[in-house]
């Protein structure tokens, strides 16, 4: 999917109260940012509607509230559904602690946070205390050019994730002109992702224009050969993009639980492995496409399995075809590492999306750190789709040897396949 999308420099945002849908959707804990990577990502949008003279209403989701504030603390449907299949007597103890776990959640998920680390950063944030209601619109109404206001946490209301016609306009009154630079949920079509551009003029941030552009000249034009590396549980999470990018790349590199339902489609022995066993016929397919387009398909040659799926089980390493009974592969062997990071040492472009094993255990995290040095040293045009992979290069001190990381898995997942995504599809073409 190709996008040509208006920016914040393609409109005039003089005077004008333009409201941004940033990802602020930070780690929090112990009442702390532990990680303020997607608020510095969307300083450079907000920097430049501030010197411009606009009036900017910020918005965000954050976390995933156990309950919803619309008018007052209530509880959703499926809350409720749990609740009347209760016994009778038992029903109003539960109801009182989920609207308990709600109040929590309101105080724990409030954007106030985000507002003080911006503030912080150097950017003055008044913070709304709702975000279509009373105090919202008064402090959207008294802006003035130049200054920040940040509305709360979208997902206090349930409207949001429905994308209700009426929260959208509502959520669009408030201004005069929409920026969406949350590319993390530019795959969901939610209110104040994709519902309110039926109601404002619509462009993107620099951190969408970025990934559109870094991205989408990886799939259409590509410093060749393109070397697409996959990792991950599941074949069944990444059909559509291994589809789409057998079409496009060189070389597909297959890593973590996924291979293991390939080998099984193979005749191979996976002992207690990961595999879907509905996907047999799948993997068969993927593996004869790939050969019929002359793509490189490269599965691991050897393995490292555990009796367990424990971080301190006994393991050892064995050649992928003969993992026997009772043991299952847990992260990629050392010939498999090299043969790998021969492959990205050559490549002009590199895409990679998944882990090659458990890496968040140290006993099986050396084939994602091999795979994360390869590409960091290949000199190739990188770019690294969020997620596990994101958090390995980061942690790994390899992130400014990256040409790009993008900041939303999911979103960049469904770029990689070639899906619509509806938080950029809403926004006006150049």
Same mark, same amino acid.
């Given at each position: 999917?190709?996008?040509?999308?208006?920016?914040?420099?393609?409109?005039?945002?003089?005077?004008?109260?333009?409201?941004?849908?940033?990802?602020?959707?930070?780690?929090?804990?112990?009442?702390?940012?532990?990680?303020?990577?997607?608020?510095?990502?969307?300083?450079?949008?907000?920097?430049?509607?501030?010197?411009?003279?606009?009036?900017?209403?910020?918005?965000?989701?954050?976390?995933?509230?156990?309950?919803?504030?619309?008018?007052?603390?209530?509880?959703?449907?499926?809350?409720?559904?749990?609740?009347?299949?209760?016994?009778?007597?038992?029903?109003?103890?539960?109801?009182?602690?989920?609207?308990?776990?709600?109040?929590?959640?309101?105080?724990?998920?409030?954007?106030?946070?985000?507002?003080?680390?911006?503030?912080?950063?150097?950017?003055?944030?008044?913070?709304?205390?709702?975000?279509?209601?009373?105090?919202?619109?008064?402090? #959207?109404? @008294?802006?003035?050019? =130049?200054?920040?206001? *940040? !509305?709360?946490?979208?997902?206090?209301? &349930?409207? +949001?994730? /429905?994308?209700?016609?009426?929260?959208?306009?509502?959520?669009?009154?408030?201004?005069?002109?929409?920026?969406?630079?949350?590319?993390?949920?530019?795959?969901?079509?939610?209110?104040?992702?994709?519902?309110?551009?039926?109601?404002?003029?619509?462009?993107?941030?620099?951190?969408?224009?970025?990934?559109?552009?870094?991205?989408?000249?990886?799939?259409?034009?590509?410093?060749?050969?393109?070397?697409?590396?996959?990792?991950?549980?599941?074949?069944?999470?990444?059909?559509?993009?291994?589809?789409?990018?057998?079409?496009?790349?060189?070389?597909?590199?297959?890593?973590?639980?996924?291979?293991?339902?390939?080998?099984?489609?193979?005749?191979?022995?996976?002992?207690?492995?990961?595999?879907?066993?509905?996907?047999?016929?799948?993997?068969?397919?993927?593996? #004869?496409? @790939?050969?019929?387009? =002359?793509?490189?398909? *490269? !599965?691991?040659?050897?393995?490292?399995? &555990?009796? +367990?799926? /424990?971080?301190?089980?006994?393991?050892?390493?064995?050649?992928?075809?003969?993992?026997?009974?009772?043991?299952?592969?847990?992260?990629?062997?050392?010939?498999?590492?090299?043969?790998?990071?021969?492959?990205?040492?050559?490549?002009?472009?590199?895409?990679?999306?998944?882990?090659?094993?458990?890496?968040?255990?140290?006993?099986?995290?050396?084939?994602?750190?091999?795979?994360?040095?390869?590409?960091?040293?290949?000199?190739?045009?990188?770019?690294?789709?969020?997620?596990?992979?994101?958090?390995?290069?980061?942690?790994?001190?390899?992130?400014?040897?990256?040409?790009?990381?993008?900041?939303?898995?999911?979103?960049?997942?469904?770029?990689?396949?070639?899906?619509?995504?509806?938080?950029?599809?809403?926004?006006?073409?150049?």
């Amino acid at each position: 999917m190709t996008y040509n999308k208006k920016s914040v420099e393609d409109i005039d945002v003089a005077g004008k109260k333009v409201l941004v849908r940033c990802d602020f959707n930070v780690p929090v804990k112990d009442g702390v940012i532990t990680d303020d990577k997607r608020i510095v990502g969307a300083m450079k949008t907000i920097q430049y509607l501030v010197a411009q003279g606009a009036k900017v209403i910020l918005c965000s989701h954050m976390g995933r509230p156990h309950n919803v504030l619309d008018a007052e603390l209530k509880l959703d449907k499926k809350e409720k559904k749990k609740i009347e299949a209760l016994p009778a007597e038992e029903q109003e103890a539960a109801k009182a602690a989920a609207l308990e776990k709600g109040k929590k959640d309101i105080t724990k998920l409030s954007l106030k946070i985000v507002a003080d680390d911006l503030a912080k950063k150097g950017i003055p944030v008044t913070l709304a205390a709702d975000v279509i209601g009373p105090d919202a619109q008064a402090k #959207a109404a @008294a802006l003035k050019e =130049g200054e920040v206001l *940040l !509305l709360e946490n979208v997902r206090f209301h &349930a409207a +949001e994730e /429905k994308n209700d016609p009426e929260f959208a306009k509502a959520l669009a009154s408030l201004a005069e002109i929409y920026v969406n630079d949350a590319f993390g949920t530019a795959h969901r079509a939610h209110g104040s992702t994709a519902g309110v551009a039926d109601y404002l003029p619509a462009v993107c941030g620099y951190l969408i224009q970025k990934e559109i552009d870094v991205m989408g000249k990886a799939l259409d034009d590509p410093q060749r050969p393109f070397v697409a590396i996959l990792g991950g549980a599941k074949v069944s999470d990444k059909i559509g993009v291994i589809n789409n990018l057998i079409e496009k790349v060189d070389t597909l590199i297959i890593g973590g639980g996924m291979a293991y339902t390939f080998f099984r489609a193979m005749g191979c022995s996976t002992g207690t492995s990961l595999c879907e066993e509905d996907k047999l016929d799948l993997a068969r397919e993927l593996l #004869a496409k @790939a050969r019929a387009k =002359g793509v490189n398909f *490269l !599965l691991p040659v050897d393995n490292i399995i &555990a009796r +367990e799926y /424990k971080e301190d089980a006994t393991f050892m390493r064995i050649y992928s075809d003969s993992i026997p009974d009772g043991w299952m592969g847990l992260d990629i062997g050392e010939k498999t590492q090299e043969l790998y990071s021969k492959s990205i040492a050559g490549a002009g472009t590199v895409v990679w999306n998944g882990p090659m094993g458990v890496s968040e255990w140290e006993n099986f995290a050396s084939g994602t750190k091999a795979v994360a040095k390869a590409v960091a040293d290949s000199g190739a045009i990188s770019i690294i789709g969020g997620g596990d992979s994101a958090a390995a290069v980061e942690q790994l001190g390899y992130a400014d040897k990256m040409t790009h990381i993008s900041t939303g898995g999911g979103a960049s997942l469904e770029f990689l396949e070639g899906l619509e995504l509806p938080g950029i599809a809403c926004l006006l073409d150049k």
